[in-house]
């Protein structure tokens, strides 16, 4: 018998995007589906592309054995926390529950946390760092689309203390990223032909990115500048991270930068080290993560190029990962379709 | 014992899109690609989103039980004739076996066929068409990405000889249509923020088109103008077509139109009757034909409206689709992947 | 002394485009610019391209010689009317004076004409066609976007009774052409990578259509389809129009058609008869027309191609270039940019 | 009577900006252009947006007063220097005299100068640096597309001697930036929906950044990384730039630092300090370069933001800008157009 899923607020991007890959997942199969505003209506009403998903939109959640929610901040951890309670297992793709510190949750998301004890429970939902964690897992708390793209480019640097503390992260992302509630930010005729910076002031994600650096090698003290971008493109986030070697360790950046990375990711499904610069296409539909390592000699700089679908690795796609890992299934299960190229 | 295929010249996006389609076929293994000048490297090199797929490029195709043509044409006729004399089964992805009169060829292709006598043979692969056919075909002419779409969106009107035999094809194609070379047309700066018309003094694939329509009813004569547009997108065709109805079955167009249409393609997986109006987004991937069909009341018009993405239904998923129905497979085996939204 | 100009509702896209061509006029100066809303923000907080143009957005429009409104339909009839009353000259970029029958208003735009006696007097201000009527109009009721192209391209052939009556006239519009305001459909990810149809029970730019037509060959009762779709871009309309050459002028058509264009357009500075087949791009920013017409000799039908920067020729340049007719300024004063390609 | 300029290689994108600009330039006329290839073909028939410039393209240029080269480096050198040499002033858009030092060319350009001699006379055309020696020029090497909007974002930082030596300069530019040569890269389905970095062993355009940062503070030996990415859209580059502030000018960068950039480019036509974030679409088809300076206190580090037009501010512009200071005309002639927004 297959497992049951559920999505809470299927109506965004994430979560129809978690209707899609769930949809082709061998093992599971989705009952039910929320929406605020939506509810009533047929699932293929709202998404034409899920026609062959026959489910009705609902208010509330039906009976399941794993829950997806796809609410924006401080509504998830409402709607998450008593089905946390009746056992229910849950991954949680807002970012209610990626920060330890609940301090945190005020400074960056404007609202006090309802639930600080959980947060200790709750596990940083990167299967490439926490695997074991995830397995045994009731709450997992799904990586950011940034930080899923600059953690696993910075990892390896990271934890073998190549660097010095001083990271930079340029970000550039689709415009997805940003979901499907409408701004003018997102209208056509703004993001089309356009290239800006935003968050200069500090983004959201920043802390969850200097939260897990610090769990990777608690010898180094990050000071990480995340600068995002927006790109006319639907889907996609290239990151650009920038560290300066440390002057003891430039000969092994020269010679094995690429070595170290390959080692690191070795085994991992999702991940891969490329000879060539990647570009976000290459990853479209798909739960890839690229990630091309290059030591600049002329400065002794680590610059490390990743390249992930943000509505895929960066959430849908990470989110099944994760529960392929508590549920004991092939970690690939559901997401072995190639990217759609081009 | 998975089906052993090969595809000829896998470096061109109908190639590819062989390649990554039959990646996730459970029935077929992909063992032999050839592709002219890229022989010796491998697939990855050439497309790093197959990086998944172990395979070199060679100049010549390995033993195979179903070869894909994804020559251009002339070349691939010239390719193709000696694997069917050795009794290898041939999807031709060219146009070199579509049109049954060989006197088109030099009048539309600018050569002379070198094998009329195998057109006769030759099954058009328009499964919805021809199922029967395909299923004993040696050699299928998949159909061209503008002729798929017009034809499954005509073929109701046509076959119940609801319209008179003017019909107005405007189709809408995105850039992939016109494949991996390198042209002015297709360079990002020339193609992005456009649209234009072209082919106007008659496109390729007009022959086909009305080939096609006389054998859906041979009482009807049709008279059809055909206009392709280059958009500035990378996959999908999106075709207008009008044609006035009859007098005495304007009250038929009406009230049944619609169900007209429902009808005819009962059963079928891959088309599916819309009752909003499609984008070609929502078949991104996939291998849908999405219909809409209107009847405008002020001009006694029907205008019927259809969605492909020109690299899947319209090109390399139909071709799996014919393999499906030449080897028995389930027809949508390999093919079920939703469409990739947004 | 400078004409002094006036823009209500600054704030949509034919506003600010508005405002955008009148700095670069010699004999104009803007002096006020309303706005919704946004009364009391320096015109650049809103639009930072408009940075060289030191104004405030005010709620009430100050003294001017002309008056542009670019409000929404029935707002704008409400605000310019008693502009008109005090004999101010209005330019109406909305659709509240084009249609010479009120009753249409109701039937496509739901409401009631608030003055019905004004829309005799107010003129259709396509200027290849009434320009002398302009030149003395105290109310100008500049175009809509899609009726521009279409008119353009057709008028020849009506004015020649070179073709039946039935009219086919199939647009792909930019998605500017929807306005700044919000909507799912102009969401970056929702537009991009994607064609569709829309208004298939009738857009409101049809009645107007046909209200031309009929004015430039009261012999012929047009039977018009307007089908507008959408296409991800930004700026431009591509109209393709079909219609059957009547049986005793098709050895007009097929030598003539294109001198038949040239003639009627002889001495228009921005229309051109283009000898290839025209992209929207090659309008972009510019006040131009580019007109292909070509005759199908397969099946005896005019296919007549144009192409306009919907803000520009559909929008803002063309009621300069009315303003210009008013005044007795050089037509192409303001609008002598040439298009930004690529 | 107007001064007489001419192209050499107008069929390039860089080539028609210039066409199009000096069109509507009141001091200059444009009387000859060439082209390798496109000899005695009209201008129109390769760039039908320039239809109203009645030009022939021809092998060699006719007699001018000011020429502009768009030729590619090395070949540039070779038609300049006889030019030179007859008195004729030139602007040269190609990489040919902008580097001091010879031995740069062979490293970067793969090329042996052909006048070494010459290169210390040529002056570097970034009229915000180098004004009054460009207005005595007779030969003025317009900067890369990169180089100006980096140098321009870190000019006042270097100056003021606020940051360390090392600075990371993340650019992203549109396709426009590889020109109208056809390449892989630049074909629409590949550089669509996605982004990538490139030259990441050392882009051409890094000694050019370099040199002309030393030129600004000589007591600063800056060390530069420079990563280029390629952008899904036509037109702009957006560079985000990053250095540490020195420790003890923290203050100073905390509470002056817009001040800063405002004094710096204080007069400047072109250069605009924004309050908010730029995109580069509020640069499209003008000669704007806008700076948006941040200090983020989280870790003392200046981000630096520009955006400008490459084809524009980024080389036909500023030859432009250029030709107008050597000529003695007003800085903006011809160049006073507001940038074509959305």
């Known amino acids: 018998m297959k497992l049951k899923a559920g999505i809470i607020n299927v109506t965004g991007y994430a979560g129809s995007e978690l209707a899609r890959l769930l949809y082709s997942h061998p093992q599971v199969e989705l009952v ?7 509810a009533g209506q047929k699932l293929t009403a709202v ?23 796809a609410m924006p901040h401080k509504a998830s951890a409402e709607v998450i926390l008593p089905l946390v309670k009746q056992g229910i297992r849950v991954i949680d793709i807002s970012a209610d ?14 609202f006090t946390h309802p639930a600080p004890a959980v947060l200790k429970d709750a596990v940083y939902g990167l299967p490439e760092f926490h695997r074991s964690a995830i397995a045994k897992a009731k709450l997992v708390a799904n990586p950011g689309c940034y930080p899923t793209g600059a ?47 935003y968050s200069l002031k500090g983004h959201r994600h920043l802390p ?7 769990n990777i090698n608690t010898a180094l003290i990050p000071s990480v500048i995340f600068v995002p971008h927006l790109i006319p493109m639907t889907r996609g986030i290239l990151s650009t991270c ?17 070595k170290i990375y390959q080692n690191y990711y070795k085994g991992e499904a999702f991940v891969r080290i490329t000879d060539q610069p990647p570009g976000t296409k290459q990853t479209w539909g798909s739960n890839f993560c690229l990630i091309h390592p290059v030591f600049d000699s002329r400065t002794g700089t680590a610059v490390i ?10 959430a849908a796609g990470q989110a099944i990962q994760n529960m392929n890992i508590m549920f004991g299934f092939p970690e690939k299960a559901g997401l072995e379709a190639l990217p759609v190229y081009p």
């Open 32 to 38: 039910s589906v929320t929406g605020r505003g939506a």
């Open 47 to 69: 998404f034409p592309h899920l026609a062959d998903i026959d489910l009705t939109i609902t208010a509330e959640l039906d009976k399941v054995d794993i829950a997806f929610s």
């Open 97 to 110: 529950f990626r920060l330890k510190d609940a301090a945190e949750y005020p400074a960056w998301y404007d």
């Open 151 to 197: 953690l696993l480019a910075l990892a390896p640097l990271v934890k073998e203390g190549l660097i010095y503390p001083d990271i930079i992260v340029d970000s550039k992302s689709g415009v997805s990223g940003s979901g499907r509630t409408l701004s003018l930010t997102a209208h056509y005729c703004e993001a089309s032909d356009s290239v800006s910076a």
């Open 208 to 214: 969850e990115i200097v939260q897990e650096l610090k």
């Open 242 to 258: 920038y560290a300066k070697i440390k002057e003891d360790r430039l000969a092994v950046a020269r010679s094995e930068l690429k």
């Open 305 to 314: 190029i990743s390249c992930i679908d943000n509505l895929v690795k960066g």
